[in-house]
């Protein structure tokens, strides 16, 4: 009697992992992750375009406005105090406007879908998430500040012309203020990412970031208290202009040199990034 062999076990092949060699992706491979999910979003490239059209138009906007200014008697004399570079960013504050809401979209928007818990379950120590998060639109954001400087360059050039405000590129002034305007939109991104991460919501995240970008100084100078006054010096904006400015700077209550405008903003930008790690490693996604 023949005695049939059965068809040998089939097992998965096993996967040695030595030790000192993480299973999950490196950095490199998490950080292709995140500039695919960033470019992919068809809001990503409409944000990106806004923010460049507009810094552009608005800065188109300042240089015409200077026809005005000449033929006004009482606001001629203003003319020969502008810096030309000052023209040329003028529109940073609606790219500040522009890029807080693409920082809020990168983190808020995987936790409306659910996809930050296929994020944090491939990479458990999540900081690296964060960070490359932080490094994608940091690159972005700088990219996209220097097209749109560039462009506002281009299509004021003209127009400072005849009033002899083009700024020379080896004037430290003019650097000053055109990469410091990078500077603040780079901030004003990290800002929103942060809070973004803790909030979790893109309406509350846009909501803090409108309110503490823009709106606060504006209506805490209707306050006429001392330590108001010297808050509002601190917020955001008035610290920018700290160095997005080449002559003196009219802030209420403080005035903060260029140097300590740097601080400032850094602040804002690290603050929120800092509590945001720390909110990740202790709360569930």
Do not use: C, N
């Not at 940073?92 to 979209?105: D, K, P, R």
């Not at 003209?158 to 405000?165: K, M, R």
């Not at 973004?196 to 803090?208: C, D, I, K, M, Y």
């Amino acid at each position: 009697m023949t005695t049939l062999a059965s068809p040998p076990e089939i097992t998965a092949p096993t996967t040695l992992v030595r030790p000192g060699h993480p299973t999950h992706g490196s950095f490199a491979g998490l950080m292709r992750g995140e500039w695919i999910k960033l470019l992919s979003l068809r809001s990503t490239w409409w944000t990106l375009a806004s923010t460049v059209v507009l810094m552009t138009l608005v800065s188109f906007a300042a240089a015409m406005s200077l026809d005005a200014m000449a033929a006004d008697p009482l606001m001629a004399p203003a003319i020969a105090d502008l810096h030309g570079a000052e023209v040329i960013s003028g529109g940073f504050q609606i790219g500040m406007l522009t890029i807080a809401v693409l920082g809020a979209l990168f983190i808020t928007g995987e936790y409306s879908t659910g996809m930050i818990r296929s994020t944090f379950a491939a990479v458990p120590t999540r900081l690296p998430v964060l960070a490359a998060k932080a490094v994608a639109l940091v690159v972005l954001t700088t990219v996209v500040t220097a097209v749109g400087v560039t462009l506002s360059y281009l299509v004021t050039m003209p127009q400072l012309a005849g009033y002899d405000l083009v700024p020379a590129l080896d004037d430290p002034g003019t650097w000053r203020v055109l990469a410091g305007t990078a500077y603040f939109l780079v901030a004003a991104a990290l800002f929103t990412l942060g809070i973004g991460t803790l909030l979790r919501s893109t309406a509350g995240t846009v909501t803090v970031a409108l309110a503490v970008l823009l709106l606060l100084p504006g209506v805490l100078s209707f306050i006429s208290l001392d330590w108001v006054e010297t808050l509002v010096g601190y917020l955001p904006l008035p610290a920018s202009s700290a160095f997005l400015t080449a002559g003196d700077t009219d802030v209420r209550g403080v005035a903060l040199t260029a140097g300590e405008g740097i601080a400032v903003i850094a602040a804002y930008a690290v603050v929120p990034m800092v509590a945001a790690a720390v909110a990740l490693r202790r709360r569930d996604a």
